[in-house]
């Protein structure tokens, strides 16, 4: 899968919402005051900032899952909903803007050591002339935190207009084959790329039954594909 493949060591900047809770700064995190001061970044402002490049925490991009995260937190909005609000966001960040995919908001969590106080959706950014990327956390459908950072290599992108499974729609059908009860406190989410597949793919993790994904759902069709 794409994300354990994610090296992310430029410059990370996040952004809290006005009504998030206040955290302490991390050391190689600068904090903003609000997501309107990122969303108005120009991608030349970005490379400014990746020329002086800070050791972020999240490099490499831990694929250890949070334990204390409600997956079900922030999440009131599915990902199809919330996407014109992610992109215009990373579109303000960069206007080439391409979508890369949703990334599981319980192994960033991880990765950022209680920055992440809601699991919302992480949509995931790329331009085509580098290896910059912008991740937008979208929560209860408002921006929550945003991040820019340097990939190890580039993905492809992601047409939205051929996800054709929401978000939900991949939650009823794992829930349709799970062999048991599901909780969605502890259900997370990843829509990605496979190699040797056209179309692009949901994992459903289930973190009752570990950190590998429990089901691999097509976006397109809603075909199951595989269970762990």
């Known amino acids: 899968m794409r994300l354990s493949n994610i090296i ?16 302490a700064t991390t050391p190689g995190i600068r904090l903003q005051a609000s997501p309107t001061a990122v969303a108005e970044a ?18 490499p991009l831990s694929l250890t899952a949070s334990e204390s995260l409600a997956l079900d937190s922030g999440r009131s909005v599915s990902v199809l909903a919330a996407y014109p609000i992610a992109e215009a966001t990373a579109r303000r960040w960069a206007p080439d803007a391409r979508f890369l995919g949703i990334e599981p908001s319980s192994k960033i969590a991880a990765a950022l050591s209680g920055q992440v106080t809601r699991a919302g959706w992480f949509f995931h950014f790329g331009r085509a002339q580098d290896k910059l990327e912008y991740y937008v956390q979208i929560v ?71 950190e590998s994904p429990a089901a691999m759902i097509d976006a397109t069709t809603g075909e199951l594909i595989g269970m762990h």
């Not at 939900?168 to 997370?188: E, F, K, Q, S």
């Open 8 to 23: 992310l060591t430029a410059t990370l900047t996040l952004s809290l919402s006005a009504c998030a809770a206040p955290v």
């Open 42 to 59: 120009t991608p030349q402002q970005a490379g400014a900032l990746s020329e002086s490049p800070l050791t972020s925490p999240i490099s």
């Open 140 to 210: 209860d459908g408002e921006v929550g935190l945003v991040a820019e950072a340097q990939a190890a290599t580039a993905s492809p992108a992601i047409a939205i207009a051929a996800i054709k499974v929401d978000s939900t729609r991949a939650r009823d059908i794992y829930a349709g084959v799970a062999t048991t009860p599901i909780h969605d406190a502890r259900l997370d989410y990843a829509l990605t790329v496979v190699d040797g597949r056209s179309t692009p793919v949901w994992y459903v993790y289930d973190l009752d039954r570990g």
